[in-house]
């Protein structure tokens, strides 16, 4: 008896297979010389900047006013994993002739359990600026004339240690989100 062959299972496994070959695309973050607060990176908005790349890597210009509309897609694949961050993610600060000034690292995470060590840390580095808070959800803002929610939208602070409790909750406002457009 002569075997047809499954294609239906052929193309699954040959999806499967180029779909663990594909590699999220690393990020640069051009933020402005000395910026600190709030940055909202808005995906997949037809009205956002154009897809740019510096090598393989996605670039995104963050204006003085802390949101980005880009359209770019939201990256599949997201990770806390630090050591994959540090190499994968940067954020650098620019000045106004696009040359990288300095670059603003993570805030190491594995404090969480051990006080002294972070009392150590935070006394040594309380004025370093980090970037911390970085997560992913959707956005919203609203005022009396409009309400607008954005669902792919990666926030994270950049600013000092000693600074940083400020951040607890996301605070743009529809006023932030003008000033951007």
């Known amino acids: 008896?002569?075997?047809?062959?499954?294609?239906?299972?052929?193309?699954?496994?040959?999806?499967?297979?180029?779909?663990?070959?594909?590699?999220?695309?690393?990020?640069?973050?051009?933020?402005?010389?000395?910026?600190?607060?709030?940055?909202?990176?808005?995906?997949?908005?037809?009205?956002?900047?154009?897809?740019?790349?510096?090598?393989?890597?996605?670039?995104?210009?963050?204006?003085?006013?802390?949101?980005?509309?880009?359209?770019?897609?939201?990256?599949?694949?997201?990770?806390?994993?630090?050591?994959?961050?540090?190499?994968?993610?940067?954020?650098?600060y620019v000045d106004k002739s696009d040359r990288v000034t300095d670059t603003i690292p993570f805030l190491p995470l594995d404090f969480e359990f051990d006080n002294k060590k972070f009392s150590d840390f935070f006394s040594r580095n309380q004025n370093k600026v980090y970037v911390d808070h970085w997560t992913y959800g959707d956005f919203s803002v609203s005022d009396s004339t409009r309400s607008e929610t954005y669902d792919d939208v990666e926030y994270y602070v950049v600013d000092s240690l000693k600074n940083l409790d400020r951040y607890r909750v996301m605070s743009f406002e529809m006023s932030d989100l003008r000033e951007c457009e």
């Open 1 to 92: 008896m002569n075997a047809k062959p499954n294609y239906r299972l052929l193309f699954l496994l040959i999806l499967l297979v180029v779909a663990g070959c594909i590699k999220p695309d690393d990020e640069i973050h051009y933020l402005p010389a000395h910026y600190t607060g709030e940055v909202a990176v808005l995906f997949g908005q037809g009205d956002g900047k154009e897809r740019e790349y510096t090598g393989s890597r996605r670039v995104y210009r963050i204006p003085e006013c802390g949101i980005l509309k880009t359209r770019f897609k939201r990256p599949y694949e997201v990770t806390y994993d630090i050591e994959k961050i540090n190499s994968s993610v940067i954020f650098v």
